[in-house]
């Protein structure tokens, strides 16, 4: 059974910034495309980063620059570094993993960026 774990959210200023770590079991990620997305209140889950199978990674405009997303093999966790924050950031994140194409998602960590 595929299961994904998301922390690292929280309440953080403007221009601060935050690690998101989704943690795998079930299934090995490194050789998987994976990707974050985020859902803001009243809007549609959008992708926010993504890294491919073999390590090529894609970023939403609004966030390149400023985040970064990556994988830990030994660690089978996906992570996305979120600097530079600003209150449109605010949403529940969510990794993905897609096997087979079939989506599995996380529970979701909620990112609050206010002062």
């Known amino acids: 059974q595929v299961q994904l774990v998301e922390s690292g959210g929280g309440l953080v200023q403007p221009g601060g910034s935050l690690r998101l770590s989704c943690a795998a079991s079930g299934s090995i990620i490194s050789n998987k495309y994976m990707g974050w997305y985020r859902q803001a209140p009243g809007k549609q889950r959008e992708l926010v980063a993504a890294?491919?199978?073999?390590?090529?990674?894609d970023y939403a405009d609004s966030v390149k620059g400023r985040f970064t997303i990556s994988r830990d093999n030994a660690k089978n966790t996906l992570y996305l570094q979120m600097n530079s924050l600003k209150p449109e950031d605010t949403a529940v994140y969510y990794c993905?993993?897609?096997?087979?194409?079939?989506?599995?998602w996380g529970q979701g960590t909620q990112v609050t960026v206010s002062s």
């Open positions: 993905r993993l897609t096997i087979m194409q079939l989506p599995y």
């Open positions: 890294i491919s199978s073999g390590g090529s990674t």
